[in-house]
């Protein structure tokens, strides 16, 4: 590699800003991960900017930029008066309005890189789980299966989803798949289950229960060929929905 | 002779771990000490009761940085007037910053972090008495693996919670690391459900289960904790 591209790809990586959005983008990064995991609720009051400000670390300034980010995606409306304050407005009826903005904000290789590393995490998550999960934890992977059978919308299936996924990870007894799976789920979780509809529901669903199936089985090739195809296959959805939008 | 230094050894880490339930239990009496005094003013408690905690666990947390986590209360359903159920805990970063957890614990919300079915909130309710549980990875709170010292609050003899303490696993192992080493053949200290807490060999890796008949060749219990809150084992060559 000639010494002028090794110096680029070293200041894109190595150089390259440790937080590039900011303080007040990490701030923001944070509430909105609270948000799409569910952590914070729709119509939920934030504390007092003083109040979370500190809990942050930051100034009171920095956080009210957080917030202004918040107010222009539609996720924090700020009411003036007594019963005023910063409430959340969660994306919780993630409707396809909603929803296709932000997957046309998405490049089909983008699309690809987060499904390519996604089927990294949630195969050798699903490999170290079926080896490493104990029965309680197994019992707990079917209870989030079977809230997700029971799902009736979007939200809730994304949510279920959501679970399952991080419960897979943490029965790996990894905090690193774990941290990489919640990053992920809140970055792009909203689009997972827009392509999903009609008979594909049953069908994704039967992929968790087998997925969880061979975890429990103790049968760690099949778990992580199991969790990699499934991603891939939610991948190749979300691409040919992206594509479609060009039409 | 190695039964001996392995008694020695585990005797070693349950005094550690019983200084940080030592803290645990203070802030198991201040919990108690907030419905004592929402009793004598006659009403029920309130979630701003418990900031009264905040001072206490921030102590702790300083006084135990590096090894305690986080700390606080986590209360039972329904006990508490303005919350159905309610965690009062705290954390301190990497720059000994104190922070309240925020999560959300609202029951008719469908991501609601139901504690209740957890195994550190159901072992001090079920037996009364202080469990650890783990190692664990704790999505929750600290996000690392993680250990949770709990004791059970009550008032009045009913069980209003449990108060707690989270220790990374991490920690723990820098902790019991040297002692494992220097028993001078491969040691491995697992939890009572069979998961490797730490070991001395690389081949028996922390986060892996070994369960009776699939215990390595050669690998025996040679000392165990029995009785108290963390049913521990040592194995290890006799």
Same mark, same amino acid.
């Given at each position: 590699? !000639?010494?002028?591209?090794?110096a680029?790809?070293?200041?894109?990586?190595?150089?390259?800003?440790?937080?590039?959005?900011?303080?007040?983008?990490?701030?923001a990064?944070?509430?909105?991960q609270?948000i799409?995991?569910?952590?914070l609720?729709?119509?939920?009051?934030?504390?007092?900017?003083?109040?979370?400000?500190?809990?942050?670390?930051?100034?009171p300034?920095t956080?009210?930029?957080?917030?202004?980010?918040?107010?222009?995606?539609?996720?924090?409306?700020? *009411?003036?008066?007594?019963?005023?304050?910063?409430f959340i407005r969660?994306?919780?009826?993630?409707?396809?309005?909603?929803l296709?903005p932000?997957? *046309?904000?998405l490049?089909?290789h983008?699309?690809?890189?987060?499904?390519?590393?996604?089927a990294?995490?949630?195969?050798a998550a699903?490999?170290?789980?079926?080896?490493?999960?104990?029965?309680?934890?197994?019992?707990?992977? *079917?209870e989030?299966?079977?809230?997700?059978?029971a799902a009736?919308?979007?939200?809730?299936?994304?949510?279920?989803?959501?679970r399952?996924?991080?419960?897979?990870?943490?029965?790996?007894?990894?905090p690193?798949?774990?941290?990489?799976e919640?990053?992920l789920?809140?970055?792009?979780?909203?689009?997972?289950?827009l !392509?999903?509809?009609?008979?594909l529901?049953?069908?994704v669903?039967?992929?968790?229960?087998?997925?969880?199936?061979?975890?429990?089985?103790?049968?760690?090739?099949?778990a992580?060929?199991?969790?990699e195809q499934?991603?891939?296959?939610?991948?190749?959805?979300?691409?040919?929905?992206?594509?479609?939008?060009? *039409? | 002779m190695?039964?001996?230094?392995g008694?020695?050894?585990?005797?070693?880490?349950?005094?550690?771990?019983?200084?940080?339930f030592?803290h645990?239990?203070?802030?198991r009496? &201040?919990?108690? $000490?907030v419905?004592?005094?929402?009793?004598?003013?006659g009403?029920?408690?309130?979630? %701003?009761?418990f900031?009264?905690?905040?001072p206490?666990v921030?102590?702790? +947390?300083?006084?135990?940085?590096?090894?305690?986590a986080?700390?606080?209360?986590?209360?039972?359903?329904?006990?508490?007037?303005d919350?159905?159920?309610?965690?009062e805990?705290?954390?301190?970063d990497?720059?000994?910053?104190?922070? /309240?957890?925020?999560?959300?614990?609202?029951? $008719? $919300?469908?991501?609601?972090?139901? @504690?209740?079915?957890?195994?550190?909130? /159901?072992?001090?309710?079920r037996?009364?008495?202080?469990?650890?549980?783990?190692?664990?990875?704790?999505f929750?709170?600290?996000?690392? @693996?993680?250990?949770?010292l %709990?004791?059970?609050?009550?008032?009045?003899?009913?069980?209003?919670g449990? %108060?707690?303490?989270?220790?990374? %696993?991490?920690?723990?192992?820098?902790?019991?690391?040297?002692?494992? &080493?220097?028993?001078g053949r491969? &040691?491995?200290l697992v939890?009572?459900?069979?998961r490797?807490?730490?070991?001395?060999?690389?081949s028996?890796?922390?986060?892996t289960?070994?369960?009776?008949?699939? +215990?390595?060749?050669?690998l025996?219990?040679? &000392?165990?904790?029995?009785?108290?809150?963390m049913?521990?084992t040592?194995l290890?060559? $006799?």
């Amino acid at each position: 590699m !000639p010494r002028s591209a090794l110096a680029t790809v070293r200041s894109r990586t190595v150089f390259a800003p440790l937080d590039a959005g900011g303080r007040a983008g990490t701030v923001a990064r944070r509430l909105i991960q609270a948000i799409t995991l569910g952590l914070l609720l729709d119509g939920e009051c934030l504390p007092a900017e003083s109040e979370l400000a500190s809990q942050f670390g930051v100034s009171p300034v920095t956080l009210r930029e957080a917030l202004a980010m918040l107010r222009d995606m539609g996720l924090v409306e700020t *009411r003036r008066g007594r019963q005023g304050g910063s409430f959340i407005r969660a994306p919780d009826q993630a409707q396809a309005g909603y929803l296709e903005p932000q997957l *046309r904000l998405l490049s089909v290789h983008e699309l690809q890189d987060i499904g390519d590393h996604r089927a990294a995490v949630a195969g050798a998550a699903a490999r170290l789980a079926s080896q490493r999960a104990l029965d309680g934890d197994v019992h707990a992977l *079917r209870e989030h299966v079977a809230r997700l059978r029971a799902a009736g919308t979007l939200a809730e299936r994304r949510r279920a989803d959501t679970r399952i996924h991080i419960e897979i990870a943490a029965a790996a007894q990894s905090p690193r798949l774990t941290r990489a799976e919640m990053d992920l789920w809140s970055e792009v979780g909203d689009l997972v289950w827009l !392509p999903v509809t009609g008979d594909l529901v049953a069908e994704v669903t039967a992929e968790h229960v087998a997925l969880v199936d061979a975890i429990g089985r103790a049968d760690p090739d099949e778990a992580r060929q199991l969790a990699e195809q499934h991603v891939l296959a939610e991948t190749e959805r979300l691409i040919k929905l992206r594509l479609g939008m060009e *039409r | 002779m190695i039964s001996q230094r392995g008694t020695a050894l585990l005797a070693g880490i349950t005094e550690r771990v019983g200084r940080v339930f030592g803290h645990v239990e203070d802030i198991r009496g &201040a919990g108690e $000490s907030v419905f004592q005094a929402a009793q004598e003013a006659g009403r029920q408690v309130r979630r %701003a009761d418990f900031a009264a905690l905040r001072p206490l666990v921030a102590d702790v +947390l300083h006084e135990q940085a590096g090894l305690v986590a986080g700390a606080g209360v986590v209360l039972a359903p329904d006990v508490v007037a303005d919350a159905p159920r309610s965690i009062e805990w705290w954390w301190a970063d990497a720059a000994a910053r104190i922070s /309240r957890l925020h999560v959300d614990t609202d029951p $008719s $919300s469908a991501e609601c972090y139901d @504690y209740t079915t957890t195994e550190w909130y /159901r072992e001090p309710q079920r037996t009364g008495r202080a469990a650890v549980t783990g190692p664990y990875v704790d999505f929750i709170c600290t996000r690392e @693996y993680t250990f949770t010292l %709990a004791i059970p609050v009550f008032e009045a003899g009913r069980f209003r919670g449990v %108060a707690g303490a989270d220790i990374l %696993a991490g920690q723990l192992e820098r902790l019991v690391l040297p002692g494992l &080493a220097g028993l001078g053949r491969v &040691a491995v200290l697992v939890s009572g459900c069979g998961r490797v807490i730490a070991s001395s060999s690389a081949s028996i890796r922390p986060g892996t289960v070994l369960r009776g008949r699939e +215990l390595p060749v050669g690998l025996a219990p040679v &000392a165990e904790l029995t009785g108290g809150p963390m049913p521990w084992t040592l194995l290890s060559a $006799s």
